[in-house]
């Protein structure tokens, strides 16, 4: 998935939690628009979770970045709309990291931080005092380091490589798989495709990497209906066939 696809549905995540921490703010405990928001935000956020593994923003750098990547401008500005980013700021955490083990009470919690208040916070002592009585404090971590890849991810990824260098003949560049999928769409990689798809021969191993590329990740993510990256690559090959028929 590209990179803008990923934000904008972080970005939506954490919409869906800052509309929760407002209704906090502006209900009562315990009634139903509390309530109603909290668990939205919650389904959306572990529905993201399910996706991706893990929900993470960061204010290290300048702009801030989303999944590990810096947001653009226009990202950059709705963010600024939402109180928890300042949340953040003024309290000086400079991470927000949820995963998979999130529960409610957990998620919960991570809410009230953004809920709080000033008095709130400095009536246990402070950001860090308040976060750990929360029992939270792993969420808003000084710098956050994704964890590596197993030993078992990185044969399997190396397993990926060589069937598609198998697939493909040893003459299958990445970036034409990704021109395929739609996701890498300049000059000079159109061009060569478009080349490379004018006799069977040398289309058909590329055809067959990228198919195989694209079942892996399905398979990854655990994914058993038709993907829209699928969808797309069809779409892209039918094009390049119509341009040159065999």
Known sequence: MAKNDIQEESLETLKLMN????????YPEGS??????????????????????????????DPPCLQGEAVDRHTQELLLLLTFEERLRNMNLPEL????????????????????????????????????????NKNFPEKYFPPGESEKEKQQKERIERVIKELSQGAVRREYML?????????ETE????????????????????????????QKKHIAVVSPVFSKMIERITLLLDKKCF
């Open 19 to 26: 509309a929760a921490t407002t209704a906090i703010r502006l």
């Open 32 to 61: 139903p628009q509390v309530f109603d928001t909290i668990e939205k935000a919650y389904q959306g956020t572990k529905a993201f979770l399910r996706k991706y593994g893990v929900l993470h923003f960061s204010l290290l750098a």
């Open 97 to 136: 990291v949820l995963d998979k083990q999130v529960d409610r009470k957990k998620f919960r919690n991570v809410l009230a931080v953004f809920a709080s208040t000033p008095d709130q916070v400095q009536a246990v002592g402070g950001s860090v005092q308040f976060l750990e009585q929360l029992g939270v």
């Open 179 to 187: 021109y395929l999928l739609d996701k890498q769409i300049d000059e």
């Open 191 to 218: 061009e060569k495709v478009q080349q490379i798809f004018q006799t069977p021969e040398k289309s058909i191993p590329v055809i067959a990497a990228t198919t195989y590329f694209v079942l892996q990740i399905l």
